[in-house]
């Protein structure tokens, strides 16, 4: 039985051992590879199929980790990982204990830079740059590879204009496919369309010239021929070079090429096929982002001022419920969440009703615009804060677990959590009937708990919380959907009547006067939250207490002051003993 190629590859030393006509078998094997695990543990499919070529070339000529190569987000670092020692672990892709799924430079002396969020590889391998120059090496190489959709951010462009400007041996190579994980959009997007197709265009307007670097290409991305020709070329270039490449998404797999929207993290399929693998059919609660995006198109129904804005998340927001029956009113603006925030600002001066949907996580991109464009204003901009709290397996770079804390902090601005379905759509409609303060709702990843969750509206009084459950001993105080948990976590008592359990709902404004009531009735208070601790819904409990001179014990539960990493939510919860379990656990102890 003939050994595979890829079974003698454990570094890229080895990758350059190969002839290059050994190369596209190399490519074959490494995309099988990747389907192969893909298809049972799940990940990120598509990106990573559609630049094993370019993944393999880099490793072959360039002399990393010494030349260092920055993979913009990460998505597309799978063949990286499977040629830069992690083959034999790959499989932990994504798991409790197991490597990242985002190059991390803790991992890997080869992942020289923590990726995931975009747009952040050319400022980076500038950084880099410049410090070798500074250091006196004038011999190491600097790749960044960022793909269509990322290079269209903002800070994709800040660092372009600087990089441009300086004598740094930097190479950007845009990785042209037309997709982020949905569609890429632009003009920039179109400005690409049409270098494609048109020689004359790519020779002389254009764009990436204009800013001072040595333009080549376009070139086919999968031809590893033409692709070693010109990186070998490129190398002996010195100063900001710049490489663009046509990809296909999903290469090789058909249903991937095909579909590459839902085959950018497909879950389970069959390797063989590439059907993606059927779940039981049965009655379960529907994705808090459905529910928001379905809601949002029924509301638009009534209110033609509704408007919805998103940065490059139209599929996983659910906005494209509304993109599909308002057009018109709906806006993916790129990666580009900064520019989304003050968008939403400008339409809220005019009357408009913009719901701004942003992945928690992703909000962070755009703080000063939240402070200085809408809070400080006042502009009455609808923040819609999807993958709040615990994410799950894309690990510490995408968890939502800051924003109780980050956005609590300014002033105006309302700070609401639903506890379920319902509250969220009544919320939802609370928002739209005209508030006087921007609001942000934030909701988990993920089905809901309600199988009935299309009921009347009704309105929210802004700052109330509402008691779930009365008691006699100790009072638990939740925001948002983890009053699961603790619900659960109460009926494994045998002494349930001694526990109150109380939704806040909002953290700002708090609601002082239940407040009041359950400091003044119980002893023993427990906050709990899915946000981190420091600042956050605990942080705003303990402030109350201390302005009003309480001496009440005051336990607080949240995830932990430091960064959490890739797992299943529910062993996260574990970790952050936020947990069924770790509850019950803390109300025992306390009873």
């Known amino acids: 039985m003939s050994t595979k ?41 598509g990106a990573s199929l559609g630049v094993v070529e370019l993944t393999i070339a880099l490793h072959y000529l360039f002399d990393t980790p010494t030349d260092l190569l920055i993979w913009d987000v990460g998505h597309q670092a799978y063949g990286h990982k499977i040629l830069t020692e992690r083959k034999n672990v790959f499989d932990t892709n994504r798991r409790l204990n197991g490597i990242s799924g985002f190059p991390k430079r803790s991992e890997s002396v080869y992942d020289a830079f923590g990726v995931g969020h975009s747009s952040t590889s050319i400022s980076a391998i500038l950084g880099m740059a410049i410090a ?115 990809t296909t998404k999903g290469k090789g797999l058909r249903q991937a090429e095909e579909n590459q929207v ?121 923040f819609c804060l999807d993958r709040a709290g615990l994410v799950g397996e894309d690990g510490a770079t995408h968890h939502g677990v800051f924003d ?58 802004i700052g109330t919380g509402i008691c779930l459950k009365e008691g006699k001993d100790i009072a638990v105080l939740s925001i948002g959907s983890i009053a699961k948990n603790v619900t659960l976590a109460i009926e494994k008592l045998e002494e349930k009547s001694s526990i109150a359990h109380y939704d806040m709902r909002f953290v700002k404004p708090v609601d002082e006067k239940l407040l009041h009531t359950i400091f003044n009735s119980f002893e023993n208070i427990i906050t709990v939250e899915d946000g981190t601790i420091s600042g956050g819904f605990g942080s705003a409990i303990a402030e109350f207490a201390i302005k009003n001179k309480y001496k009440n014990n005051i336990t607080a539960l949240g995830v932990p002051d430091t960064f959490i990493h890739q797992g299943t939510v529910e062993e996260l919860h574990k970790i952050a003993k936020i947990d069924t379990e770790s509850i019950f656990n803390t109300l025992k102890k306390q009873h």
Request: one cysteine or more; charged letters at 25%; a positive charge.
């Open 5 to 45: 190629l890829l079974d003698t590859i454990y570094n890229p030393k080895d990758v350059r051992k190969l002839k290059p006509a050994q190369l596209p078998v190399l490519a074959k094997e490494l995309r099988d590879f990747i389907i192969d695990i893909v298809a049972t543990k799940e990940g990120h499919l």
């Open 132 to 246: 070798s120059k500074l250091k006196g090496d004038t011999e190491k190489q600097h790749i960044a590879v960022i793909g269509d959709a990322s290079i269209a951010s903002g800070m994709a462009f800040e660092a372009l204009n600087h990089a441009g400007v300086t004598d740094a041996n930097v190479l950007v190579i845009l990785n042209d496919n037309a997709i982020g994980i949905d569609p890429s959009v632009g003009a920039l997007k179109e400005y690409l369309t049409k270098v494609k197709t048109d020689k004359r265009l790519a020779a002389q307007n254009n764009i990436i010239k204009a800013l001072n670097f040595k333009y080549s290409g376009p070139i086919d991305g999968h031809n590893l021929e033409e692709l070693l020709a010109e990186l070998t070329r490129l190398k002996k270039v010195k100063g900001p070079k710049f490489l663009h490449i046509i």
């Open 262 to 382: 839902q085959y950018h993290a497909p879950g389970k399929f069959d390797k063989i096929t590439g059907e993606i693998t059927p779940t039981a059919q049965k009655i379960e609660p529907q994705k808090y982002q459905d529910i928001f995006g379905k809601t949002l198109v029924e509301l638009a129904d009534k209110n033609d001022k509704i408007a919805g804005i998103t940065p490059a998340m139209i599929t996983g927001s659910s906005l494209k419920f509304l993109l599909e029956k308002y057009p018109e009113r709906t806006f993916d603006v790129g990666i580009a969440e900064q520019h989304a925030v003050t968008l939403a600002a400008g339409m809220a001066t005019q009357g408009i009703v913009p719901f701004c949907n942003i992945y928690s996580t992703f909000l962070q991109r755009a703080y000063d615009q939240i402070i200085h464009d809408v809070a400080l204003q006042n502009l009455p901009v609808i």
């Open 404 to 461: 109780l804390a980050y956005l609590r902090c300014i002033p105006n601005l309302i700070l609401f959590a639903p506890r379920n379905e319902v509250e969220l759509r009544n919320i939802m409609y609370t928002a739209q009937l005209g508030l006087k303060n921007p609001i942000a709702i934030r909701y988990p990843r993920g089905k809901g708990v309600l199988i009935d969750w299309k009921q009347p509206f009704s309105n929210i009084e």
